[in-house]
């Protein structure tokens, strides 16, 4: 069996010099190297995932919708700040594969990091329950790929014409998807979708332009 952590780089990004020392010495078996964006132009045809402390790094939202929903590399988030199922669950559309608490990096995060390499989700129970109740469930109304994306910026306040600049799609597409994912989450507008099961919080689920 191909081992991926051979060809693999993962990339850490997290301003606490402990969890930057255990996430080494945790992932002993893998290359693990600081996250810089300046040096990502030298790996950008490797395989490389991204771990990301959103606990200690302001600008973590941003930095998983780039590398996350719009580039599609897998990102896995550290964190002891997400309590619910949904709010997890946004996280998924945003693009992360995993989600990893802080407190349990040492028996969670080879297992977490493995699953992701794989093309698997590591997520709760609940929220992968969740998350098949959110596609449809026996229902079968599953959210393609796209929509998924879509709805990341849709939960963020983006326009049409936003989301159609940072997906390189047409207004007319949007326009096209926005009216699908309505139609499954059985709303007649935007004001539904948002509050549509998904929470309040003082989260700020900003999308970068």
């Known amino acids: 069996m ?25 992932l002993s078996r893998y290359r693990v190297e600081r996250f810089s964006q300046n040096h ?3 790996n950008s045809r490797c395989d490389w995932m991204l771990i990301v402390d959103a606990y200690s790094v302001a600008e973590w939202i941003a930095t998983i ?11 896995l988030i550290l964190t002891d700040g997400l309590h619910t199922e949904a709010e997890e669950l946004r996280l998924v559309y945003l693009g992360v594969r995993g989600i990893v608490r ?15 390499m794989n093309g698997r989700l590591w997520l709760r129970r609940a929220t992968l329950a969740e998350h098949v109740i959110r596609k449809g469930g026996q229902n079968a109304k ?20 936003e989301i159609g600049n940072s997906l390189g ?13 309505l139609r499954k989450f059985e709303v007649k507008n935007r004001r539904g979708l948002l509050k549509s099961k998904w929470p309040t919080t003082e989260t700020t689920w900003s999308v970068p332009a």
């Not at 081992?3 to 080494?24: A, E, G, R």
């Not at 599953?142 to 014409?161: D, M, T, W, Y």
């Not at 799609?169 to 994912?181: A, E, G, M, W």
């Open 2 to 26: 191909h081992d991926k952590s051979v060809n693999t780089v993962i990339y850490i990004l997290t301003n606490h010099p402990l969890v930057h020392l255990t996430i080494v010495k945790v």
């Open 102 to 116: 802080l407190a349990n990096l040492d028996t969670d995060l080879v297992q977490a990091v493995e699953s992701v």
């Open 169 to 181: 799609i047409s207004d007319r597409t949007v326009k096209f998807h926005v009216s699908n994912i």
């Open 142 to 161: 599953p959210l393609s790929v796209r929509e998924e994306q879509i709805l990341a910026f849709l939960l963020s306040g983006s326009s049409n014409k």
């Open 40 to 42: 990502l132009t030298d």
């Open 65 to 75: 919708t780039k590398y996350g929903l719009r580039q599609g590399r897998p990102i």
